[in-house]
């Protein structure tokens, strides 16, 4: 019945198909087919489950959480880009449920920066202006010299140890092309760093900064074209360890500096060519 179509990553409980053999079950299967061009087009999105496992009055929270995660899933994995409207009526039909549990979902997608609201039109995923980034980087570039001076003389090697770790792992998220896992992983490098400050304002200032940064990361970092040898962002972590080690606060201070404006101009520049990743897909 499905010939040639394929079940997107197993991440967020879809299910894999390819020519109409599942390969693992699980609530929702997500198809695709590959047009002339070879890209992927949505052809649908199936409620395996019984259609009364979201009716509104079994509708629980957990399954709410569900439908954010799925929705979120596609965001973050460029299948819906930046700008895009999300359509309460369309995703209710296509989860077999009412509109309240969606509308809970998105309130919940805009709490986390994923989504916008606009009066009278509707819900829209992000679509962050170049203004935006370079607020967002100026802030964190103010941040991240308070955070060098604040850590330069805390550091311990168990602190070292942990960093070098999240380090380690980078290639392999990279050459995996695993977005979520990268994001993550980015995350708790500098949010460790922030936390050595044992400042707990700056931790708390950073972390937000970080949640916005990660939403200009998913839609224009060029995260699936890079090739390692070249991606400055793993040299840099490197040497903002190396400096930590020797103590080094003006070398620290230069790279934390370089680390963020680097990344900001590189992800303004694709914005700028309205760079979107992988195929778009619509629901």
Do not use: W
């Not at 489950?49 to 460029?78: A, P, T």
């Not at 699936?224 to 840099?236: Q, R």
């Amino acid at each position: 019945m499905y010939h040639n179509i394929v079940g997107l990553y197993n991440r967020f409980n879809f299910i894999v198909i390819i020519d109409g053999f599942p390969l693992q079950k699980s609530t929702f299967l997500i198809l695709y087919q590959r047009n002339k061009k070879q890209k992927y087009v949505l052809l649908d999105l199936v409620n395996l489950s019984c259609q009364q496992h979201f009716k509104e009055g079994n509708m629980s929270e957990s399954k709410i959480i569900e439908i954010y995660e799925l929705i979120k899933g596609l965001i973050i994995n460029r299948e819906l880009r930046a700008g895009m409207q999300l359509k309460e009526n369309d995703l209710a039909k296509k989860f077999g449920t009412s509109r309240t549990p969606i509308r809970q979902a998105f309130q919940k997608l805009k709490d986390d920066g994923f989504v916008e609201t606009i009066p009278n039109k509707g819900t829209y995923v992000v679509d962050p202006t170049i203004e935006d980034i370079c607020y967002a980087y100026k802030l964190r570039l103010k941040l991240e010299e308070m955070l060098s001076e604040e850590i330069i003389d805390k550091v311990t090697p168990k602190d070292i140890q942990l960093l070098e770790h999240y380090i380690d792992l980078e290639p392999k998220f990279y050459k995996k092309s695993e977005i979520f896992d990268y994001l993550e992983n980015n995350r708790k490098f500098h949010l460790k760093i922030a936390k050595i400050s044992d400042n707990k304002y700056l931790i708390d200032a950073i972390d937000q900064i970080l949640n916005v940064i990660d939403i200009h990361l998913i839609f224009y970092d060029d995260f699936k074209n890079k090739d390692i040898s070249t991606i400055d962002s793993i040299k840099e972590h490197e040497l903002i360890i190396k400096f930590l080690k020797e103590k080094k606060l003006d070398q620290l201070k230069e790279i934390m500096v370089q680390h963020v404006k680097s990344t900001c101009e590189k992800l303004k520049q694709n914005k700028e060519n309205s760079y979107m990743g992988e195929n778009c897909l619509l629901l």
